[in-house]
């Protein structure tokens, strides 16, 4: 990983002496791999200000963590959950930015519980202040993209179906309920 941090207009680091850890949640389809293409090319610039993004492109290996933190069954993968989100939480704790920011789309599907969890144990000390930024897409337009290209990459539960029968498995799977993860 690459880390991004982007120099200040004038010489202090950090006007405010303030740090903001801004966890982006996404969810898919709502471009947020155009807002973390911005930030890994480094093309996100505040006047007098320093944004910290370590990442080359997105977190969302941090789902695989997010689970495991929260699975009894696997101590291993809890303790390697540990590791990584302490890791992450010493970069931003260590960066030298007024804004430090993690992009995930994948976290839409982590239960929000863990999710807090996870931020008080290991994102706690690491910022002043904390905030969540999520975005949905309306229902209609999330469900036909979200076909669009399972039939595109050729998902084969999407390609032996219909448009109907996709609606039925996402209404089942109680996909694009939003309402309880933004409580």
């Known amino acids: 990983m690459t880390d991004h941090q982007t120099a200040p207009t004038s010489q202090t680091a950090n006007r405010t002496g303030t740090k903001t850890l801004i966890f982006h949640i996404g969810d898919r389809k709502t471009g947020s791999t155009s807002i973390q293409n911005v930030f890994a090319q480094k093309q996100v610039r505040l006047k007098g200000r320093r944004v910290f993004y370590p990442a080359q ?6 789902r695989q963590h997010f689970l495991a933190y929260d699975d009894p069954k696997d101590p291993a993968a809890h303790d390697r959950a540990v590791a990584a989100f302490e890791a992450l939480a010493g970069r931003v704790r260590n960066a030298r930015a007024d804004f430090c920011l993690l992009s995930t789309e994948t976290i839409e599907s982590v239960d929000p519980a863990v999710f807090h969890k996870v ?8 910022a002043d202040e904390v905030r969540i930024v999520g975005y949905v897409r309306p229902h209609a337009a999330r469900f ?11 998902i084969p539960a999407v390609l032996k179906g219909s448009l109907d029968s996709y609606f039925d498995q996402v209404r089942a799977d ?10």
């Open 174 to 183: 109680r996909r694009f309920l939003y309402l309880p993860r933004f409580r």
């Open 144 to 154: 036909l993209s979200s076909f669009a290209e399972r039939t595109k990459l050729g």
């Open 57 to 62: 492109l997105s977190h969302n290996p941090l």
């Open 119 to 126: 931020l008080t144990t290991h994102f706690g000390d690491v």
